[in-house]
């Protein structure tokens, strides 16, 4: 008994995880959007799923925004939030996830005249109420290619809800949007007693600058994606020796890139540094959690160790208080002991 030499898909969704890294309204598969659509008379110019999910088609992070904002349009109501969240979080434990922290784009809902209240309270109902063995949590996203002004008011309007909200991240385009931009939210974020983390994306202009001034200037507790930290060994070694978690997406990064970046993710991980898998869009991707895993094992060829090594990095770079992060880790161990294919 035991972890196997090669990971199996059985193994791989059997063991106990913790997703960091996955955006709720990439969770939207093309049933659902289609139903939406049709519910709150949203035209989307398509009228089956088939339809649906030929739109779902793009090849760099540019083209993938493009089709990820307009897809948004059939979220009105908080019920359809609701049913969003829901719908992830037991696609999720079917994965074998046992915590979540999920990132909403309120911005993306609010500049079309959707109320904040809305958003959180129906991706609240669903967290609350799953009852699928999931311990679930919110990380509020500021949309980077907005203004930081709009960013701080979204900020002031979560304050109501911050007892729902464990964090706030950074996303979208980063472009022209670098992460001082947001300096000033972040640092008042960190004063209402906000968790915090920021998406420095894989290959992007001036990636490395990013992970930098994340690290020195913003003083993220993780980053999201940010592989591009092998650029600098100096730099990675100082994320190990803080314990600095990264939340990788391998079959996003394909999508993205052309490369899942599996020697990046997997040498970070032999160096020591926590890296974590995660799902990123799963409904644009392809994959869901259980997917990102075996598709890295394969690429990067790593055994069922260092897989379970992935799913303690998930928990020790999570948020949950000290108590819970105990009981997951013993819960894996537990796992790997009694496994038997």
């Not at 793009?58 to 904002?69: E, N, Q, R």
């Not at 979204?154 to 007892?163: Q, R, V």
């Not at 992460?179 to 990636?207: N, W």
Request: include cysteine; aromatic fraction near 8%.
């Amino acid at each position: 008994m035991g972890a196997p030499e090669t990971p199996t898909r059985e193994f791989v969704i059997g063991l106990p995880k913790a997703e960091l890294h996955v955006h709720l309204e990439g969770t939207l598969e093309p049933a659902l959007k289609l139903e939406l659509a049709q519910r709150n008379g949203v035209e989307i110019g398509q009228t089956t799923i088939a339809e649906v999910e030929a739109t779902y088609q793009f090849d760099s992070l540019t083209s993938f925004l493009l089709v990820y904002y307009p897809a948004m349009e059939v979220l009105v109501e908080e019920q359809d939030f609701y049913e969003l969240a829901h719908a992830y979080l037991q696609r999720a434990a079917a994965d074998g996830v046992r915590h979540v922290e999920m990132f909403f784009d309120p911005q993306a809902h609010t500049s079309r005249g959707v109320p904040f209240e809305a958003v959180v309270t129906g991706y609240r109902a669903a967290e609350a109420g799953a009852s699928l063995g999931i311990d679930a949590d919110l990380i509020m996203c500021f949309v980077r290619d907005h203004s930081a002004e709009s960013a701080a008011e979204t900020l002031e309007a979560s304050i109501p809800f911050k007892e729902w909200i464990v964090g706030v991240g950074l996303d979208s385009d980063e472009r022209g949007n670098p992460p001082e931009k947001f300096a000033e939210v972040f640092a008042r974020a960190r004063e209402h007693g906000y968790r915090l983390t920021m998406h420095c994306d894989i290959d992007q202009i001036g990636s490395i600058d990013n992970i930098r001034t994340v690290m020195h200037d913003i003083r993220t507790e993780r980053i999201d994606h940010g592989t591009n930290i092998v650029e600098d060994p100096s730099l990675v070694e100082e994320l190990r020796a803080a314990g600095i978690g990264l939340t990788c997406c391998p079959i996003s990064n394909r999508f993205v890139t052309n490369d899942m970046k599996a020697k990046e993710i997997s040498d970070l991980l032999r160096a020591g540094v926590r890296v974590t898998v995660n799902s990123d869009d799963p409904a644009y991707f392809g994959g869901y959690v259980a997917d990102n895993y075996l598709a890295l094992a394969e690429q990067a060829e790593l055994t069922g160790a260092e897989v379970v090594t992935l799913a303690e990095n998930s928990f020790l770079i999570s948020w949950v208080d000290e108590d819970r992060r105990s009981g997951y880790l013993d819960e894996i161990g537990r796992y790997v002991e009694g496994f038997a294919p």
